[in-house]
């Protein structure tokens, strides 16, 4: 399965989040997002400084989510964040 995130540098500064999906503590399925593989793939973007995130989730755990929103606060990226159609329970934040 998919993971419900997708990371993508746009360009050597610019990087993009699309938040499709349910935010989860733990992978039952392999597909849910959880916040120690997000890190990685955080990670790996290297050294932008702008990420622009599109979220359509309808939320999830609020641990894991608050976790996921701690890692994007403390980046030194200006974040952006866009609702392309739900940002419910702990994605609204």
Known sequence: MS??????KNSDSVGEL???GEISEY?????EVTPKDFKSDLDALGDI??????I???????????AIHSM???HKATVNVYVDGLAAS????
């Open 49 to 54: 400084s702008t990420l622009n995130v599109y």
């Open 90 to 93: 702990i994605a609204s934040v």
């Open 27 to 31: 992978t039952w399925w392999g597909d």
């Open 18 to 20: 699309q938040l499709y």
């Open 56 to 66: 359509n989730s309808p939320g999830g755990d609020v641990f894991a989510g608050q």
């Open 3 to 8: 993971k419900f995130w997708n990371f993508i």
């Open 72 to 74: 994007l606060k403390r």
